[in-house]
């Protein structure tokens, strides 16, 4: 597996913002789908955003089309969640993962490589 690494995790109040960072690790020649995925303590893992690292094309989830974005720095490997205007609703542990751009990056099968997750918690 190739290695993810999130940071940027914390505590916020309601309505505060946060950047998330996942720095992946480039192989090969190809530029992969990146994306990042949710999990709240007794649901299911939840994508809520991805990207095609090779294009910059962006996919949300509905419920957080307009509140967060993904973006990159191709020199550093980078990809970014900015999530402002945070709801309780958003606390969860989030993940970056990765899969080849050969798949839809908007479809979450296919995601092999996971980083360890980061911690966001918003309080009302």
């Known amino acids: 597996q190739v290695p993810l690494v999130e940071s940027g995790g914390g505590s916020v109040q309601a309505g505060g913002s946060l950047r998330l960072s996942c720095v992946w690790s480039?192989?090969?020649?190809?530029?992969?789908?990146i994306a990042w995925f949710r999990e709240a303590p007794g649901k299911e893992r939840d994508m809520v955003a991805a990207m095609e690292t090779r294009d910059g094309t962006t996919f949300y989830a509905d419920s957080v089309k307009g509140r967060f974005t993904v973006s990159q720095d191709n020199l550093k490997n980078t990809i970014y969640l900015q999530m402002n205007s945070l709801k309780p609703d958003d606390t969860a542990i989030y993940y970056c993962?990765?899969?080849?751009?050969?798949?839809?990056?908007?479809?979450?099968?296919?995601?092999?490589?996971w980083g360890q997750g980061t911690q966001v918690t918003v309080s009302s």
């Open positions: 480039q192989f090969s020649y190809e530029r992969p789908c």
């Open positions: 993962a990765r899969k080849s751009a050969f798949f839809p990056c908007d479809i979450v099968s296919n995601y092999g490589s």
